[in-house]
């Protein structure tokens, strides 16, 4: 069995094969990264609350003790679908007799003229680690420009959880270097404009939690522009529809999401945003050796796609993992059922919301513990489990923050 990629799903079904399936599989990982990302928290990388090691964690050390799967670092470029090999990036092909597709789902900036050159997205470590980087270097040249910063904006374009998570860090982060490092900046220096076309922030919430996200943005300073659209992002400036401009040199693109170049190399059928096709069982309609799991793939549930997020993810990888060892063992395949476990985002220390399966509905300080209580249990690896912990003791306990560096500069 080949998988490709190290992400929630590929690993969740390597999990399966791996341990369910250790006499009867052989498992080759493959990814171009040697670390699974924990991405739900790449906004807090980006805005110096974690480090990046604090939420990677090799796969070579997760795969360890797993005698019947072995890891290869490699970009994948194609699948050759009659011949069943998997095409390297460096050339080399991988046969496979079932193969897993999990590599997950990239920024997409809609064709927006000057989005892919001018804006910064936040889909991996090294988007995060830029994104880091450009805001202390913003930071800086602000402060040897004046009290006034001589135009600190940031545009974050998409109200949905990353936008949202990505504006409320980042409202605490300035907030706080401006009080204790930066005392020379006034504090109207910093200006933060969160973008959205929707006419409401996380439009996948209940109305009334989208109310409250969006009043405690504003309480932290941040300025929320509902109900509009960026035609453009130029060096120095974002253009809004009606032409409106906002002078600003950083932007981040949180506004939309695409399957990436593997799946849009691939002539099979596929479901709104380029994921890729499944039947129920997440094989792929004649070419059935071959699964999707996670972000890339199009499952269904109640007739509409799932969205793209960790737990689907998690769920389809182990059933993706079931099905092979089923066929092997000549079983019967079964439909994948997704468990819905809620959703969640949040604005900031002791500011979140939550919405239940049941249907109860949290905000403010209950529904942040269980925020940060979540994502300790679902990151990889004890020390990232307790390095997290720590960070997050002295940013919000302590109300202290001492990652900001300019790496790289
Ligand atoms: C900033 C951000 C915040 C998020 N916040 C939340 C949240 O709060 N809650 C939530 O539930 N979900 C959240 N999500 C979504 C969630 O992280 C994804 O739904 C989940 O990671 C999907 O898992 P996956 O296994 O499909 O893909 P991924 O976890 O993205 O893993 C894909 C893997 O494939 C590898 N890969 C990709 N292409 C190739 C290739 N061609 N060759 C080799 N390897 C390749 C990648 O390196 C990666 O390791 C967030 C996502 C982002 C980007």
Redesign the pocket.
Known sequence: VVV???????LAACQVLATEGRHAVEVVV????SY??F??L??QVATAGLNPGDIAYPVRSYLRSHENVSFRL????GVDLDKRQVVLAEGEQLSYDYLVL????TTNFFGVPGARENAHA???MEDAVKVRDRLAQALEQAASFGPTGGGLTVVIVGGG??GV?MAGALAELWSLEISTSFKNLEKSAARIVLVEQLDRLLAAFDQPLSRYCEQALWQRGVEVMLGRSVKEVRPDRVVLDGDEEIACKTVIW?AGVSS???ADSMQVGKTKGGRLAVEASLCLSGHREVFA????AGATEDGGVLP??????LQE?RHVGRQILARLSGEKETAFSYKDKG???TIGRRAAVAELPSGVKLRGTLAWLAWLGLHIVFLLGLRNRLAVLLNWAWRYLWWKRGNRVIAGV
């Open positions: 490709v990629g190290a992400g929630f799903a590929g493959v990814d171009r990264h699974n990302t991405q739900p790449l906004y490699g970009e994948v470029v999990a590599t997950g789902a936040i889909y991996t959880p990353t998570e949180s990436g170049a593997l799991a996670g972000d890339i793209q997020l960790a737990q689907p993810a990888g959703i969640m985002a």
